[in-house]
């Protein structure tokens, strides 16, 4: 009967201490995770202008929001650029993973400079790339002017078109070194006997690649991708430092276009931008679930 | 029997490698040697690479007047107080969630794997708000708290499933002992966990230290708290223009190439940190 006692005690005693060493965690998310997501439901359904109380009004802002075109726009362009990124990121960075994987010399040189801009702050090197890119003074323009292929500056960030090509180099600039060691790591995992006998079967390196690589990167394939499209869909510092959105919102994006209406200093309508932030999120979510049903249902029938 | 062919595939392969390092490395490149322009010679742009003439002026000016000192310690602060509080609370987090199974639990972690996917624009606000009732607003201390919940859903699901393969029979033999559940974390599944521990550590600093968004909208009131990412992006749309440029360029150098050193001389624990965090997917 003691024991029985003494282990109860026991017991308590353990869910304490584990309680315990869960709650700090548990505080931080609540206050700053789980409450601000409630939060901005709530005001989405509010007019809040930071000042005055919230008032209810209803579904008010979501009905403005359908009608708000300089909205879609910025949604149409972080789709855009999302999709360049998937492009131009997921195809280079596998191809890089498969280069620094084969037998080449340098091979760690090469790895550790291309995976060096991801130790790097995106806004930061925003503001490098906007000297770069900077029409009079910019080395860009100063090398292309001296190789002669211009005949004056090209106004980089003054043209949707171009200001996007800019936006779109910078983030795979500092996404592509990252998505290669995550591929990397995925090539090695595969077992080396399934090369060897491809190799006595006389595959040749396509082939090699094509039947044994890529389905067996599989699942791995599917995470990276999707780490691909949802860090598109978040994209703000880099629009935010090289173009501020311009010129006349035209390179706007969907973070950039809630941060403008949260915390612009003419007239903050922080309801509002609740609503656009919800809406934001089941775009998010929606494309996320989208892209891996369909992904899922592919990988599936290549496994059968 | 075909040792070291030079192939005409052997060469692209060379060629796209160091087409994509030239890329990778040139903006890097570009920003420290400019950095030691003169303002005139930069501002005259132009296709050199070196400075002309060699003039540290810039880091004068942008550590005396521009406040840079302020916003160096600040940066240090923060990413060093990051680092604490998220090893103190992630860790012992990830051992409850590792060693114990209780009903919550797979909840909890699917929860934690879901909140990486929200994006950071639609919280700010709110914790903008949350940090103004909890009367933290202008204080460091609302940006260092903040940056830690925001960087610990990933890094306690990472050391988690690091913990889960460490071999439980020393925790038995300890509670044998008659060690508690915190006494067996401390003596021996810590000292275990070292190499997560110091991946974690170089993640959360990483992060903190390269983190725009959430001190930019915290330290809007108050710019003495900003960090060097805020404070040198902040020149730019003070609208001093072309006259700040070389502040900037300085100010960037700074906040850069800390973090470019430190990766320069540990890039295998960084390039390892990513790969055991993908494992997990």
New interface residues.
């Given amino acids: 009967m003691n024991k029985a006692v003494k282990g109860r005690r026991n017991k308590r005693a353990l869910h304490l201490q584990m309680f315990l060493m869960l709650l700090p965690m548990l505080i931080l998310f609540f206050l700053f995770c789980a409450y601000p997501l409630f939060y901005s439901i709530y005001l989405s359904f509010t007019k809040y202008n930071g000042f005055t109380d919230p008032v209810f009004n209803g579904v008010d802002n979501y009905l403005r929001l359908f009608r708000d075109e300089s909205w879609w726009n910025a949604v149409k362009n972080t789709f855009q650029l999302t999709l360049m990124a998937y492009v131009i990121q997921i195809p280079l960075s596998l191809l890089l993973a498969v280069l620094v994987n084969s037998k080449i010399k340098g091979q760690n040189f090469f790895r550790t400079i291309i995976f060096l801009p991801n130790v790097t702050s995106t806004a930061i090197i925003g503001i490098i790339f906007f000297f770069m890119f900077s029409s009079y003074n910019g080395i860009v323009n100063g090398i292309l002017m001296q190789l002669g292929l211009i005949g004056r500056p090209i106004e980089w960030l003054g043209h949707t078109f171009s200001a996007k090509v800019v936006i779109i180099l910078l983030n795979t600039w500092s996404q592509i070194g990252y998505l290669m060691i995550m591929f990397l790591a995925a090539i090695q995992k595969i077992p080396k006997e399934l090369y060897e006998s491809a190799t006595l079967d006389g595959a040749s390196k396509w082939q090699q690649f094509r039947s044994v690589t890529l389905p067996l990167l599989g699942e791995m394939f599917q995470v990276i991708s999707m780490m691909c499209i949802l860090n598109g869909f978040q994209l703000f510092d880099s629009v935010k430092v090289l173009t501020g959105g311009g010129p006349g919102n035209q390179t706007s994006v969907m973070a950039l276009y809630i941060y403008n209406y949260f915390f612009n200093s003419t007239g903050a309508q922080q309801g509002y931008a609740s609503a656009v932030s919800v809406c934001a999120t089941f775009i998010t979510a929606a494309v996320g679930a989208v892209y891996f049903l369909i992904t899922s249902k592919k990988f599936g029938q290549k496994g059968e | 029997m075909k040792k070291n062919r030079i192939t005409f595939?052997?060469i692209c392969?060379?060629v796209?490698?160091i087409l994509?390092?030239i890329?990778?490395?040139f903006?890097?490149i570009?920003?420290f040697f400019?950095s030691f322009k003169s303002s005139v010679e930069?501002?005259?742009?132009?296709?050199?690479?070196l400075p002309a003439e060699w003039d540290f002026s810039s880091y004068g000016k942008a550590w005396k007047e521009a406040n840079f000192a302020q916003y160096t310690i600040n940066s240090l602060i923060i990413s060093g107080m990051t680092v604490v509080l998220t090893l103190?609370?992630?860790s012992?987090?990830a051992?409850?969630?590792a060693r114990?199974s209780?009903r919550a639990k797979p909840a909890l972690l699917a929860v934690?794997g879901l909140?990486m996917?929200?994006?950071?624009?639609?919280?700010?606000?709110?914790?903008?708000?949350?940090c103004q009732t909890?009367h933290l607003m202008g204080n460091i201390w609302s940006i260092i708290?903040?940056q830690?919940?925001?960087g610990?859903?990933f890094l306690?699901i990472l050391m988690q499933s690091y913990m889960v393969s460490i071999s439980k029979e020393m925790d038995e033999a300890a509670e044998i002992d008659g060690c508690?559940?915190?006494k067996k974390?401390y003596l021996i599944i810590l000292p275990l966990s070292k190499p997560i521990l110091a991946t974690a550590a170089l993640f959360a600093f990483?992060n903190a230290?390269?983190?725009?968004?959430l001190p930019l909208?915290l330290s809007?009131s108050k710019p003495e708290i900003r960090p060097?990412?805020v404070g040198?992006?902040a020149l730019?749309?003070m609208g001093e223009g072309?006259s700040a440029?070389n502040i900037?360029?300085a100010g960037?150098v700074l906040?850069?190439f800390p973090?470019?050193v430190?990766?320069?001389f540990m890039?295998r624990f960084?390039?390892e940190g990513?790969?055991a965090g993908?494992?997990k997917?």
Avoid: E, Q
Wanted: aromatic share 18%; charged share 5%.
């Fill in positions: 595939g052997r392969i060379y796209v490698l994509m390092t890329y990778c490395a903006p890097l570009y920003a400019g930069f501002l005259n742009g132009g296709a050199n690479i103190i609370v992630g012992m987090a051992y409850v969630l114990t209780f934690l909140v996917f929200i994006p950071n624009v639609v919280l700010i606000f709110p914790i903008f708000h949350m909890l708290i903040t830690t919940a925001s610990l859903p306690v508690s559940f915190f974390f990483k230290w390269n983190s725009y968004l909208a809007l060097l990412t040198v992006i730019k749309d072309i440029w900037m360029i960037s906040a850069i973090m470019v430190v990766y320069l890039n960084f390039i990513i790969t993908s494992v997917g």
